[in-house]
C-alpha cells in the first residue's frame, strides 16, 4: 500500500468534490455510499487509506463520499461507537446516501473485486473483513463486528445505530 502526503493526495485526486465526494460522469452508479471512517491519532494510517480506498472507489465507478470523524484531545478513551454515529448523521445531512460503510482506518480491500455497496436484499448486511490475509482468512471473533461493515440507511434507522456506551479501541464495539 502506497502513502503519499495529504497535499499530494489532493493533487491527485482533483476531481473529487468539496468534501470528499466523488460521482462517475460516463455512467450512474447502483448505489450512492457513503464511506465512515472513525480516527483518531493515526495520520500514517489516514494518508495510506485515503490515497487507496479513493483509486480502489473510482474503478468501481461508485457515487461516494468518505467521512473521516476525528475525535479530539486525548483525555478519554477513544469511542469508534460516537464517531461513527457523528459521520452517518454528518453523511446524510449533505447528500441522499442509500448507503453506509463502516471502515476502519488500518483496514483496505485486498482485491479489486470486492464490491463496496450494500446488499440489495433488505435482510442481509455485508461485513467484508471476516477474513483477511493478516489474519491468516481465519475468523477471529464471530460474535463481533469491525473493520468493514455495510449497511443500508434503513438498516442503520432500525437498529438506532451503533451504543455510545463502548469506550476504547478493542472488540466490545457491536450492533
Avoid at 38 to 45: G, I, Q
Avoid at 49 to 67: E, S, T
Wanted: proline share 5%; net charge positive; hydrophobic share 35%.
Amino acid at each position: 500500500m502506497r502513502s503519499l502526503k495529504l497535499e499530494e493526495i489532493e493533487e491527485e485526486y482533483k476531481d473529487l468534490w468539496p468534501g470528499g465526494h466523488w460521482r462517475p460522469k460516463e455512467c450512474k452508479s447502483r448505489q450512492k455510499v457513503a464511506i465512515v471512517v472513525p480516527y483518531r491519532n493515526r495520520e500514517p494510517h489516514l494518508r495510506t487509506f485515503l490515497h487507496n480506498i479513493h483509486r480502489f472507489l473510482q474503478k468501481q465507478q461508485l457515487d461516494y463520499a468518505i467521512f473521516v470523524v476525528e475525535q479530539m484531545g486525548n483525555e478519554l478513551p477513544f469511542n469508534k461507537a460516537r464517531m461513527t454515529n457523528i459521520g452517518v448523521l454528518e453523511a446524510l445531512r449533505v447528500y441522499p446516501f442509500e448507503c453506509i460503510i463502516f471502515n476502519d482506518i488500518d483496514t483496505y480491500p485486498e482485491n479489486d473485486n470486492l464490491l463496496y455497496r450494500c446488499s440489495t436484499d433488505p435482510k442481509y448486511t455485508r461485513h467484508f473483513s471476516v477474513y483477511m490475509e493478516r489474519t491468516g482468512y481465519k475468523e477471529l471473533y464471530p460474535e463481533f463486528v469491525g473493520g468493514v461493515l455495510a449497511l443500508t440507511v434503513e438498516q442503520l434507522r432500525k437498529v438506532n445505530g451503533y451504543s455510545n456506551d463502548f469506550w476504547g479501541w478493542a472488540k466490545r464495539m457491536m450492533i
